[in-house]
Nanobody, 121 residues
Framework: QVQLVESGGGLVQAGGSLRLSCAAV????????VGWYRQTPGKQRKLVAR???????NYADSVKGRFSISRDNAKNTVYLQMNSLKPEDTAVYYC???????????????WGQGTQVTVSS
């Protein structure tokens, strides 16, 4: 079982930047796609960015041009660079990994603790 640990969240003013990290502990996820998701209270978790094992990336329309996902397989880590942050980006951010279809669907039985991102106006 690969444990994923999210970090890098915090409080930032609108227009600012944060870089989130998703580290795989215990094994490697280099053969899997990895997705970053976010969730606000009372709402479903939504996929915001994903990266394939080969490095192809996809983004939700709401973050295109502002967020960038990348992976460092040597470090077993996937990053989410978030620029030009908006108050509506405030959420708990999670990562998860698996076959691409599962990452797209967010069909996982286990999630990590996530990392809180708060953007003040």
């Amino acid at each position: 079982q690969v444990q994923l640990v999210e970090s890098g969240g915090g409080l930032v003013q609108a227009g600012g930047s944060l870089r989130l990290s998703c580290a795989a502990v215990g094994s490697t996820f280099r053969i899997n796609a990895v997705g970053w998701y976010r969730q606000t209270p009372g709402k479903q978790r939504k996929l915001v960015a994903r990266i394939s094992s080969g490095g192809s990336t996809n983004y939700a329309d709401s973050v295109k041009g502002r967020f960038s996902i990348s992976r460092d397989n040597a470090k077993n880590t996937v990053y989410l660079q978030m620029n030009s942050l908006k108050p509506e980006d405030t959420a708990v951010y999670y990562c998860n990994h698996g076959p691409d279809f599962r990452v797209v669907l967010g069909a996982f039985g286990f999630w990590g603790q996530g990392t809180q991102v708060t953007v003040s106006s």
